[in-house]
């Protein structure tokens, strides 16, 4: 049996004053860091901190020990020889490296075989190299929420030069059928492999049984630090492909004719390396190495699945991943007659101490193929409870069943209720639930009534009629709405000899949304403000 709770112990921010509450469900993003990783980088700084494979002198020779270490516990972990797996800034750098390399010899209307499932980082490399040399982008397209390889074998031709495929999303959290794309792809006259950034934190990494030519992905979304990636390909590829960066340490010889570069995976490794995060790298995989990770892996699906059938409860919720085959990445999207957006519920659970991801997750053309221009998604590591996703429940049924109703109140007497409330996630709740008596206007929502400057599209208009200016407002996101309903308050209808905005502003601020609300909502809200007083401005 797998323990969530023992193997979060090791995990120093969770024990922190101010994250005793958290709940971190954005493992997806980044995971958290466990304490070895901590006491490895601090050791590399106070007894080994030199640069590897440059010097001859004591500090120097355990840098170098400590990489080529490294080196071989990367190889380990993924049944693969050391000298085929090369360090890189992160899965972003390494897929670049494979775009630039695999590109370099094609020629315009060769073929790469993508996927609508794809994370940025493995689909602008490929579109940049496209765009250069005038190359053909095919997409492998989604069915029942995950890739449909029946396509696969119909893309396939001639000009194809590269398959590149997420061997899981890390939007929909879908498993891809790795032993179906080995069987289509294996023995083909094209380079193929996968982004397996999300696939190496939750599932059992072997370069041999995936059959691929390269292979990709982070150390930050497996417990390690950030700044630290792998690419690992077949030694034969590595020593023909050019490097993406030139410099220090990855030559063989230069000269004022030119420079040959070394074997590798030196050659891929230009000037100097992340050390630091390499030695917390080294121990991460150490501690895993420690760890039951078929239980772990098998504990994280089961918690999947409870938190799927938990969030069941939510009728609200509407489910967009797989429920099945999921490596424990949710995608939600709220239906459209509760009345919150994404950000509405994304801001109201950032309140509960429940830390969840909100938008396209770095995956736009995914986020268009399936309708949805922001996704809620909740994603679990191994220190994740079935606590973790009950109480997560609650805060969202407390959300969503706590709706409010009233009529329009003067400003002074809505701000001296929101006073009122003893605690300010009870005054948040009461902003939100003002959101609703600002009904959606279709009309208005048209760019030229867009108000710059808002994380959330905020739409205003006014006219005035005897000298009085009145309003019209709408928002996606409920808190936009809630926060306008306030302003109005002290707005709607007004004239400008009685609109004081010193006076305004000093009781929008004994609300606490300065120090409450993020910079971004606060800067959104103050667009807003600024807007709405430019309408009593003649001038």
């Given amino acids: 049996m797998f323990d969530p709770k023992a193997f979060k112990q090791h995990f120093p921010a969770f024990q922190q004053a101010a994250n005793r509450r958290l709940i971190y469900l954005d493992n997806a993003a980044t995971t958290q860091r466990p304490q070895v990783l901590l006491d490895a980088t601090n050791d590399f700084y106070l007894n080994a901190n030199a640069n590897a494979h440059r010097g001859s002198h004591r500090l120097a020779r355990g840098a170098t020990d400590l990489l080529e270490r490294c080196r071989q516990q990367v190889a380990d972990f993924i049944n693969a020889c050391p000298d085929e797996c090369v360090f890189t800034q992160g899965a972003t750098m390494a897929m670049n490296t494979v775009a630039k390399a695999v590109c370099e010899d094609l020629q315009a209307g060769d073929e790469i075989v993508l996927s609508l499932l794809e994370h940025h980082a493995n689909l602008v490399p490929w579109m940049m190299q496209a765009e250069d040399k005038g190359l053909v982008i095919r997409f492998v397209p989604l069915r029942d929420g995950g890739l449909d390889l029946s396509v696969l074998a119909t893309l396939l031709n001639e000009r194809t030069k590269v398959v590149s495929l997420s061997a899981a999303s890390n939007v929909l959290g879908c498993i891809t059928d790795v032993a179906e794309v080995k069987r289509l792809l294996s023995g083909g006259p094209w380079v193929w492999g996968f982004d397996g950034a999300q696939y190496a934190a939750h599932a059992h990494l072997d370069v041999v049984e995936l059959g691929c030519d390269f292979l990709v992905f982070s150390a930050h979304k497996l417990y390690g630090p950030t700044g630290v990636g792998v690419l690992w390909a077949k030694r ?111 801001n109201w659970l950032d309140e509960s101490e429940i830390a969840v991801r909100a938008g396209q997750m770095c995956a736009q053309p995914l986020a268009d193929a399936i309708g949805y221009r922001a996704l809620i998604r909740f994603s679990v590591a191994a220190y994740n409870t079935r606590e973790d996703i009950d109480r ?102 007004r004239r400008a000899e009685d609109v004081d905005a010193v006076t305004i502003d000093s009781k929008l601020n004994a609300l606490g949304l300065q120090k409450h609300l993020t910079h971004s909502r606060v800067n959104g809200f103050n667009s807003i403000l600024q807007r709405a007083l430019a309408a009593f401005d003649p001038s």
């Avoid at 969030?311 to 999207?333: K, M, W």
């Avoid at 279709?442 to 000298?467: F, N, Q, S």
């Fill in 392 to 493: 997560t429940v609650a805060a969202l049924q407390q959300l969503f069943e706590g709706q409010a109703e009233g009529e329009q109140q003067d400003g002074d007497a809505l701000i001296a209720q929101l006073l009122e409330e003893q605690n300010w996630q009870s005054r948040y709740r009461q902003i939100m639930s003002m959101g609703d008596r600002i009904s959606p206007n279709p009309a208005l929502r048209h760019d030229e009534y867009i108000v710059p400057g808002c994380e959330a599209k905020v739409w205003m208009r006014h006219r005035t009629e005897e000298g009085r200016v009145y309003f019209e407002i709408d928002s996606e996101a409920r808190l936009m709405r809630g926060l306008s309903y306030i302003l109005l308050s002290m707005l709607d209808g």
């Fill in 236 to 346: 034969a590829l590595l020593n023909r492909w050019c490097p993406l960066l030139g410099g220090g340490e990855m030559i063989s010889e230069v000269t004022v004719a030119g420079a040959t570069f070394r074997e590798a995976p030196g050659r891929f490794e230009a000037g100097t390396d992340n050390l630091a995060g390499i030695a917390g790298f080294a121990a991460v995989l150490n501690f895993l190495a420690g760890c039951d990770l078929p239980a772990m892996h098998a504990y994280e699906a089961e918690l999947a699945a409870y938190a799927i059938e938990q969030f069941d409860r939510l009728p609200q919720l509407t489910l967009i991943s797989r429920r099945e085959q999921n490596i424990g990445v949710l995608a939600y999207v709220p239906t459209d007659e509760c009345g919150f957006g994404v950000s509405d519920v994304v």
